[in-house]
């Protein structure tokens, strides 16, 4: 005999076991514009874990941008797009951005975690077959779940096994092939193969998919993003507004005519989901007008990465390499970790801890993120306090 409260209770035991093993997640309160300087509850911090690579999310221009756009446009669209949910300012970003993006087309969503979501099921069948890298997003694990293609993984960055997977694939009988994988592996700031990718998806016929979020804007020239840093090109690309690109929020996929042609009649997210306000689209239609003139900010972004990567180093923090803006402390178990958050949070430095599940066993980190806006001054500082905050806690030796 079951009952609703024995259905509360055992959620309770769940939420105690994760706050046991010190898996808790725990939320904090902003009152100001997100930026590299935020306040908390009355405090000022230095912010060092947002996604906000060029430093975009409180800039004016699109603040400016959103307003106009509220003022001409309205609020909101109370549609989905395909029934009176579409104006032409949706058009112009799509538009804008498969232009950027070197694309045919390109189509909108409430959120990257939608686009990918969205994406495989209406391209691919049961005959088809779906080889993912084993460290991509949850959204496109999700994404490739609601699909009935036959699915593959390989371990990360594995090009060895990649060819393995595609060899059984097609051993298999697969119609097509799609290889999807992050641009870059958002734990470790690792970047993706992609010349080794594409080469093997040449060799085997298959269709890649990049998902560019922790890249377009900044990586590559003009911010293109990985593809265009390795010089190589993908067939289907997907990303967020919600990170380089003004940190709002929209997500988008973007590719040869068919595939977002056949994705606007049938990519359920798209279909069954409100079209973005217009005070965001216009946001990011200008949010690419300063992106791909911003050689500035993305010169910044990768000094203050190589300035913070070296300091911290030099403390004696063991990180993973890399040249990416993502710039992860290791520091073994969770508890460890949070000890850590706190004691920089006591020194008014804002970080967050990433533990199992979201990382495995005994690799718990601090995600430390960069951003243009970042001053030599701020990262002075906060490397004093990682200094400081590392002896309280005998986070190194
Ligand atoms: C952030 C992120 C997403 C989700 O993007 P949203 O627009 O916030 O839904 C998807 N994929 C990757 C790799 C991401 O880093």
Redesign the pocket.
């Known amino acids: 005999m079951t009952d609703r409260s024995t259905f509360l209770d055992h959620l309770r035991e769940t939420l105690s076991g994760i706050e046991a093993e010190g898996l808790m997640k725990r939320e904090r309160l902003i009152t100001s514009a997100q930026g590299a300087h935020v306040t908390v509850a009355g405090r000022p911090m230095l912010n060092l874990c947002a ?1 906000n690579y060029l430093g975009l999310a409180d800039d004016p221009r699109l603040i400016a941008a959103a307003k106009a756009a509220m003022d001409g446009r309205g609020y909101g669209m109370a549609s989905v797009r395909f029934i009176c949910g579409t104006q032409d300012l949706h058009r112009q970003l799509e538009e804008r951005i498969a232009d950027y993006l070197g694309m045919d087309d390109a189509i909108l ?8 979501g969205g994406l495989f099921e209406p391209l691919l069948t049961e005959q088809d077959a779906i080889i993912s890298d084993s460290l ?5 694990i999700d994404g490739v779940r609601l699909c009935k293609a036959k699915r593959y993984r390989y371990a990360n960055n594995d090009m060895s096994d990649l060819e393995v997977q595609l060899l059984t694939a097609v051993g298999d009988g697969a119609r097509f092939i799609m290889i999807a994988t ?5 734990m470790d700031g690792y970047l993706a193969n992609l010349p080794a990718i594409t080469a093997l998806a040449e060799k085997y016929g298959a269709i890649t998919m990049v ?4 890249a377009t804007g900044f990586m590559g020239p003009e911010g293109r993003g990985t593809p265009a840093l390795s010089g190589v090109k993908v067939d289907i690309l ?6 380089a690109l003004g940190g709002a ?3 988008y996929i973007a590719g040869p005519r068919p595939v977002i042609d056949l994705l606007r009649q049938r990519a359920r997210p798209y279909l069954f989901s409100n079209a973005l306000p217009p005070a965001v689209v216009a946001a990011a239609l200008a949010a690419f007008d300063i992106v791909e003139a911003a050689d500035d900010l993305r010169a910044q972004l990768f000094h203050n990465a190589e300035y913070w990567r070296s300091g911290l180093e030099s403390i004696g923090f063991r990180l993973l390499p890399g040249m990416h803006p993502i710039i992860p402390v290791m520091l073994g178990e969770a508890p460890m970790a949070q000890a850590f958050a706190r004691a920089l949070d006591a020194r008014g430095v804002m970080v967050s801890a990433f533990f199992y599940p979201v990382v495995p066993r005994g690799a718990a980190r601090i995600r430390t993120q960069m951003n243009a806006k970042l001053t030599m001054d701020d990262l002075d500082m906060a490397l004093e306090a990682f200094e400081a905050a590392a002896k309280e806690v005998r986070a190194i030796r």
Do not use: Q
Not at 109 to 116: E, G, I, L, S
Not at 136 to 140: G, Q
Not at 211 to 214: E, L, P, S, Y
């Open positions: 996604n969503f409430a959120a990257c975690f939608d686009a990918n991509n997003h949850a959204s496109i992050d641009g870059v592996f958002s998902d560019d979020c922790h997907t990303g967020t507004l919600g990170k929020l929209g997500g």
